[in-house]
Structure formats: C-alpha cells, structure tokens
Nanobody, 124 residues
Framework: QVQLVESGGGLVQAGGSLRLSCAAS????????MGWFRQAPGKEREFVAA????????HYADSVKGRFTISRDNAKNTVFLQMNSLKPEDTAVYYC?????????????????WGQGTQVTVSS
C-alpha cells in the first residue's frame, strides 16, 4: 500500500504562487505515474497535471498550462506542483494520486492511490 500526504496549500492573493508537495510512504513510487487533481465546492474532481515515472512525460489541463508545473524527486519519494499566476478560479482542494503504470493517466478512475487533499484558496 502507498500512503500519499499533500502539503503546501494555503491562502494566496491572485497572481501569487504556491508549491504543493505530495510525500509518499509505504512503497517507492519510482515506477508510478503521479497526478494532481482538484475539486471545488459543488463541482466534480478534475484533472490538473500528471507525470510519468521518469519525469520525461507531463500532461496538463488546458486551464493550467503555462502556469503550473508538475515535477518529481524519486529519491525523496515526492511529487510537486508549482503553481504560479494563481487565479480565484484555482481555488479548490488539491489531491495527489498515484498508479503503478508506465502510461500517464489523466482521469480519476485510473488512479489507485489518493491523498487526503490540501486546500488552496486564491483571493481576488
């Protein structure tokens, strides 16, 4: 079993930046595809970004392209989401997810493991 714990969320003004971290324990995630999703109140959980096990392939939702960057440090069993130029519509609970896969899943149903989420609030 893999346990995922997100951190780094908080309150930030529009235009600001935050860096989310997802620390894995219980098993190495070096062969896992990892993703970030978010869920705003009253909305479905949506894909944000994903990265393959080597870090060489990354996918982003159109709404965050050019502003967010996903990365990983397999030696530290950690995945990151750097969020720049934040907008009020980025406000949501952000979840980290993992799946042992060489592909890069972009839907919630494709991931096996989930963190508990971290709140990101962007004020206007």
């Amino acid at each position: 079993q893999v346990q995922l714990v997100e951190s780094g969320g908080g309150l930030v003004q529009a235009g600001g930046s935050l860096r989310l971290s997802c620390a894995a324990s219980g098993r190495t995630i070096s062969m896992y595809a990892m993703g970030w999703f978010r869920q705003a109140p009253g909305k479905e959980r949506e894909f944000v970004a994903a990265i393959n096990w080597t870090g060489g392939s990354r996918h982003y939702a159109d709404s965050v392209k050019g502003r967010f960057t996903i990365s990983r440090d397999n030696a530290k069993n950690t995945v990151f989401l750097q969020m720049n130029s934040l907008k009020p519509e980025d406000t949501a609970v952000y979840y980290c997810a993992g799946r042992p896969s060489i592909a890069v899943p972009t839907t919630t149903s494709q991931y096996n493991y989930w963190g508990q989420g971290t709140q990101v609030t962007v004020s206007s």
